[in-house]
């Protein structure tokens, strides 16, 4: 929200003069001379009190018409996990079938105070959960492949087999005994030039590409997880890593088309509908009515709407480039401002 009080007002024009490292993604400041917004630690040039004003987050700056600094890249820069996080995601990664504890974090110089605020404020979970989740999903990884769950559990870590069976069964929702053919949704976290994105996959494919303040998210992580059968917990397959390579790339102004594969359980309407999206050149947009007609519904217009608005893929189903009968910018559930960044972002890398 916007800031008003006049102490917190003053508490963070200080911390922007002094360029403080610890209101990173604590306040967004907008500039009124110039569009643009920052973070605390911009190297720009400070405006002056009566040209500036603070937003608690991202997503509110945008919507209020300012721009990512490019100085600061406070879209990515605000988001990004601090070093201390990344050697400790570095830590579980290179040891997934160990439980690393405090004091092996303070063993590292890192702090587990630190770490617990970023996950459970970025994550909505504890690190010890997203310890967790990771160490089951490797354990699933080898049940398919054939191990045993006694010989799993204990090559994980575990004390006992039970202990074992009881939390996988928690976050598979079937015991190791009966999960073999059952599948995962895994999910991650990637940083954009427009804020954090959560990406899930299974084996299949990408299944969801969302910007991490996306309204409704959380009814459409549970509508994936009753439409796949499957829980979401946190990891990585080689179609997460293709996605996030890709999407760098198109932040980059170096691609205009997807190659990952993608699975998107949904009706013979909505694929229709989301094969239409793709379809639309980069750089390109068409209306709902456009849609509707070359989908051979001229008269679904409204349905249209509704299945664009039920696309999960955000980016690479494209539905970012549908725009009102009139010309206008309409309906998108990451919000208008990002869309408009999305827009001119693809025109100005065709030079259009």
């Excluded at 990344?86 to 405090?102: F, G, M, R, S, W």
């Excluded at 598979?172 to 599948?183: C, E, L, V």
């Excluded at 690479?316 to 206008?328: E, L, Q």
């Excluded at 001119?344 to 030079?351: A, G, I, P, V, Y």
Aim: glycine share 6%.
């Amino acid at each position: 929200m916007l800031v008003t009080d006049q102490k917190t007002i003053s508490n963070y024009y200080q911390a922007l003069l002094d360029r403080e490292p610890s209101y990173v993604g604590i306040f967004y400041v907008g500039v009124k001379t110039t569009s643009v917004f920052c973070i605390s630690t911009c190297r720009a040039r400070k405006p002056k009190l009566e040209n500036v004003e603070f937003f608690t987050t991202l997503k509110e700056a945008l919507d209020a018409g300012y721009r990512p600094c490019k100085v600061c890249k406070p879209a990515e820069n605000a988001n990004e996990a601090p070093k201390p996080v990344e050697q400790a995601i570095k830590l579980v990664k290179e040891n997934p079938k160990e439980k690393i504890t405090d004091w092996q974090l303070r063993e590292h110089q890192i702090s587990p105070e630190l770490v617990r605020r970023w996950f459970k404020k970025n994550y909505g979970m504890t690190f010890q959960a997203y310890q967790r989740m990771y160490r089951i999903n490797n354990a699933l990884q080898e049940l398919k492949d054939g191990k045993t769950a006694t010989e799993t559990a204990f090559d994980a870590g575990y004390d006992s087999l039970s202990g074992f069976g009881y939390t996988y069964k928690k976050f598979i929702g079937k015991s190791p005994k009966n999960s073999t053919g059952h599948d995962i949704i895994l999910i991650s976290r990637l940083t954009t030039p427009l804020g954090p994105m959560f990406v899930c996959a299974t084996d299949q494919g990408v299944c969801l590409l969302e910007f991490v303040d996306r309204r409704m998210l959380e009814t459409e992580f549970k509508d994936l997880q009753q439409r796949l059968k499957a829980k979401i917990i946190a990891g990585e397959n080689q179609h997460i890593k293709q996605a996030k390579q890709e999407i760098a790339e198109y932040f980059a102004g170096e691609r205009t088309t997807f190659t990952v594969t993608l699975h998107t359980p949904c009706t013979d309407f909505q694929n229709a509908v989301w094969e239409c999206l793709k379809a639309i050149p980069y750089g390109q947009t068409c209306s709902y009515q456009q849609q509707a007609e070359k989908i051979n519904k001229p008269k679904a217009v409204r349905a249209v709407a509704t299945a664009n608005g039920c696309n999960r893929i955000a980016i690479i189903i494209p539905c970012h480039r549908v725009i009102g009968k009139d010309g206008k910018l309409v309906g998108y559930a990451g919000g208008l401002e990002r869309k408009r960044w999305l827009l001119e972002h693809e025109r100005k890398s065709l030079n259009l």
